[in-house]
């Protein structure tokens, strides 16, 4: 069945650092792809998202580009904020696998002042 | 910009009760969809529903729950005799087309605590 798989965290950086959090995918058919965000004690944010290949999803400064040749939809920023500290989760949604949404397991980052 | 919303945001039950979480989905959303994630754990899907029925469920889903319509406007989760396991963060979701490639809203969550 389709899954994600992301980096394990914690992630921890100081202000200002790049990120990366590595996301890689299986699905039986062809999905979209979803970074999501949770701030602590909050619930999910859609963050951004790309629905084809080589497109590429941006928010807030975050980046995502769709690589279906390697299966991957890493999260990227340049310049990382306190502010920035949550939890991220790589999702999917695939007609194959009905629809709903498929999460990673979560990468929880900490950024230092 | 529309919200899910979800009531109550803290839900505290004895073991072996029922409960009720209750969802306002986006008004003009077809599909409805509730997750669960117990603490520290991943999002895990629930129950997708659309034009009255259940359209599919997760194995966690099994004769203890249920899901439920009942006016234009609510969407609600029944857990008939919670279980100390059921502790979780509850998450609501909505969505405008079944198509993949539109993302589901998700609500703020209700956290059960189960005693």
């Known amino acids: 069945g389709d899954s994600v798989t992301q980096m394990e965290g914690p992630v921890t950086l100081s202000e200002e650092a790049f990120l990366t959090i590595n996301c890689t995918y299986t699905a039986t058919g062809y999905p979209s792809l979803f970074w999501y965000v949770q701030y602590p004690g909050e619930g999910l944010q859609l963050l951004l998202k790309a629905t084809k290949a080589d497109d590429k999803g941006s928010n807030k400064g975050f980046e995502a580009t769709y690589r279906k040749e390697t299966t991957s939809f890493h999260l990227e920023k340049g310049s990382v904020q306190v502010s920035d500290s949550a939890v991220y989760f790589c999702?999917?949604?695939?007609?194959?696998?009905?629809?709903?949404?498929?999460f990673g397991a979560g990468t929880r980052l900490f950024v230092k002042a | 910009e529309p919200e899910v919303t979800q009531t109550p945001s803290h839900q505290v039950t004895q073991m072996g009760q029922e409960v009720i979480l209750r969802c306002v989905p986006i008004s003009n959303h077809l599909y409805f969809y509730w997750y669960r994630q117990i603490l520290g754990q991943k999002v895990e899907f629930l129950v997708s529903f659309y034009n009255n029925e259940i359209s599919e469920k997760s194995e966690i889903f099994d004769d203890q729950f249920s899901v439920e319509r009942p006016d234009g406007s609510n969407f609600t989760l029944k857990i008939r005799s919670t279980k100390l396991e059921d502790s979780a963060m509850y998450f609501c979701?909505?969505?405008?087309?079944?198509?993949?490639?539109?993302?589901?809203?998700f609500g703020d969550g209700t956290r059960l605590s189960i005693l």
């Open positions: 979701a909505s969505s405008e087309t079944s198509r993949g490639n539109q993302p589901q809203h």
């Open positions: 999702a999917l949604s695939d007609r194959g696998g009905g629809f709903k949404t498929i």
